[in-house]
């Protein structure tokens, strides 16, 4: 009797568990049986949804081709479009821009989408919670230039999804609203952004952004690579003191950065004998590299002297002082020369860029 009893508490959930088994499977099947009917019907919808759009490209495809190629009476047909049809039709118009941003074909597009209407229906697409809809609706308002929308797109670089995200990268970049820089900028370090999205959003704003990457740089000293790297496209020599200073951080990135950048707005005389001391001062080579490609916008004898020591330095290093060399008129020609006789690697690279540079002239 005792025994009985002391094994009760341990019988006893078991049989509980026992009786609740059968409730348990028919909630997981009515679960399992609903998971199975919402795919179904998100796939019917799938296929309907595909069957719609080819019957669409077959009727609208060959209207679209001749309205491209600046057919009139195509255009006004894709105009006069059913309401119903318009979406898909600018869909069909604007989904080839996004890899090819020919700026004749972006020209035509917008004129045929803006006769056609649709941002009312864009601005019931941001709204959906189907991702491709939105993606599409950005698209839109960038190619229409919908600078009264800026707010909404700006909003959507925060989208949980991607390629809504590089969509309204692209509509900014399309929009060219200067009250949204700011916005571009902060997104320098979104690695979910592509890279070249990014690079063609701040070669659109040019140097509208240099002054919001420089205020940037100032307050997260963490990314000066990327804010070095930005300048290299919309840098002038208002970035120059800032560029100089970085080349003394005690990260080697971060110096191969700024002598990158330096390249790109040209070097002063202060610039020029911090990048033949970097070359000279054997500091890491993505740093020698990137201050012989810099000093490759100089013209002077010393700056040639210094590249002409470093042709038979390591090869990312021997070829970046050799094209510098090449580009420097006359004093790098003349450096060029005196290293042609070597029968190493300085001469066997100099000799090549006086046969280029002969080649081309």
Not at 3 to 15: E, F, I, K
Request: net charge positive; hydrophobic share 50%; with cysteine.
């Amino acid at each position: 009797m005792v025994a009985a009893l002391t094994t009760w508490p341990a019988v006893h959930p078991l049989l509980e568990l026992d009786r609740a088994a059968p409730i348990m499977y028919a909630l997981a099947l009515q679960f399992a049986a609903g998971m199975l009917a919402v795919v179904a019907i998100e796939r019917i919808v799938y296929g309907l949804n595909r069957i719609r759009r080819r019957r669409l490209e077959g009727r609208y495809g060959p209207i679209i081709r001749r309205a491209l190629q600046g057919d009139g009476d195509a255009q006004r047909m894709l105009v006069k479009s059913p309401s119903r049809h318009r979406l898909t039709l600018a869909r069909l118009l604007i989904e080839p821009l996004i890899d090819d941003r020919d700026p004749q074909r972006i020209a035509v597009t917008r004129t045929i989408v803006q006769g056609m209407a649709v941002l009312e229906l864009a601005d019931r697409y941001l709204r959906s919670p189907l991702w491709w809809r939105r993606a599409l609706a950005l698209r839109a308002l960038g190619l229409l230039e919908a600078r009264d929308r800026t707010a909404a797109v700006i909003a959507a670089l925060d989208d949980p999804n991607a390629g809504v995200r590089a969509a309204a990268l692209d509509a900014l970049t399309d929009l060219h609203d200067p009250s949204s820089v700011g916005a571009i900028v902060a997104r320098l370090h979104d690695a979910s952004l592509q890279r070249g999205r990014r690079a063609a959003a701040f070669a659109a704003f040019g140097t509208a952004c240099e002054p919001f990457v420089l205020e940037l740089a100032d307050v997260d000293p963490a990314h000066l690579v990327n804010y070095a790297l930005a300048l290299t496209i919309c840098g002038t020599p208002r970035s120059r003191h800032a560029l100089c200073r970085w080349t003394r951080d005690a990260r080697a990135d971060v110096r191969a950065a700024a002598f990158e950048a330096l390249a790109h707005v040209g070097l002063d005389d202060d610039a020029a004998r911090l990048a033949i001391r970097a070359l000279d001062a054997n500091d890491d080579k993505r740093v020698r590299a990137a201050a012989a490609h810099a000093l490759g916008r100089r013209q002077d004898r010393e700056a040639a002297a210094c590249l002409a020591r470093h042709l038979d330095d390591v090869w990312p290093v021997a070829v970046r002082a050799a094209r510098s060399l090449q580009s420097m008129g006359p004093a790098g020609a003349a450096a060029l020369s005196g290293c042609a006789s070597r029968g190493d690697l300085a001469g066997l690279l100099a000799l090549q860029m006086l046969w280029q540079e002969g080649a081309r002239s």
